[in-house]
């Protein structure tokens, strides 16, 4: 009876961690969109780089946390996140077809990135 409910936990676990994952996607998203938009400079060309870029961007920021223990946010980590953040932004041009940023760009929009996120509701770390 003890298995049953310990397989319960952890599937319930996965299906927390795939929603959050979902839901910083989504969230990632939105906050691209917003920063593309008010960034000169940083363009994504149509729906299909914008999900595209929120992977990358997501994968990304997992793997820095998951190796280094910091957030690329521009509010994560003071200077240090400022600057993954603006790296971040800027190398995602490299995988993703459709999306353009120059280096002026992605400081600027590390900083637009941050205060949107900033005020967006719910968490966002995973």
């Not at 960034?39 to 994504?44: H, M």
């Not at 996140?81 to 760009?105: E, K, N, P, R």
Request: no cysteine.
């Amino acid at each position: 009876m003890s298995d049953d409910g310990s397989n319960i936990r952890s599937e319930n676990n996965t299906g927390t961690t795939v929603g959050q994952i979902l839901g910083r996607l989504v969230t990632a998203a939105i906050v691209l969109a917003i920063t593309a938009f008010f960034t000169p400079g940083f363009s994504i060309n149509n729906i299909w780089s914008l999900a595209i870029a929120a992977i990358v961007l997501t994968i990304m920021d997992y793997l820095i946390v998951k190796f280094t223990g910091l957030h690329a946010s521009p509010f994560g980590k003071g200077f240090v996140g400022f600057v993954l953040a603006v790296a971040v932004l800027y190398l995602t041009q490299y995988f993703v077809a459709g999306y353009s940023i120059s280096w002026i760009a992605s400081i600027i929009g590390a900083l637009v990135y941050g205060v949107v996120d900033y005020f967006l509701p719910g968490s966002q770390q995973m």
